[in-house]
Nanobody, 124 residues
């Protein structure tokens, strides 16, 4: 099993920045793809960003391209999400995900492991 623990959420004004972190523990040798999803109140959970382990290639939802950056430290089994130019519509619970799949993608079904989530609130 793999456990994922997110940190770094909070309240920020529009235009501000936050950095989320997600530390993996347990059978981390099995993890390849890692990423983030979010779920806003009253909406379905949706893809934000993901990153491959073997080549570092990144993937982003159109709504966050140019504002968010995903990165990972494989030695620390940690993935990060740097969020800049935050907007009120970015308000959501952000979930860290991980998978044994070789390639990351936008589908929820790709990811075997999910964190508990961290709240991000952007005020206008």
């Amino acid at each position: 099993q793999v456990q994922l623990v997110e940190s770094g959420g909070g309240l920020v004004q529009a235009g501000g920045s936050l950095r989320l972190s997600c530390a993996a523990s347990g059978r981390t040798f099995s993890i390849n793809a890692m990423g983030w999803f979010h779920q806003a109140p009253g909406k379905e959970r949706s893809f934000v960003a993901a990153i491959n382990r073997f080549d570092g290639r990144t993937y982003y939802a159109d709504s966050v391209k140019g504002r968010f950056t995903i990165s990972r430290d494989n030695a620390k089994n940690t993935v990060y999400l740097q969020m800049n130019s935050l907007k009120p519509e970015d308000t959501a619970v952000y979930y860290c995900v991980a998978s044994s799949a070789y390639y990351s993608d936008y589908r929820q079904a790709t990811y075997d492991y999910w964190g508990q989530g961290t709240q991000v609130t952007v005020s206008s």
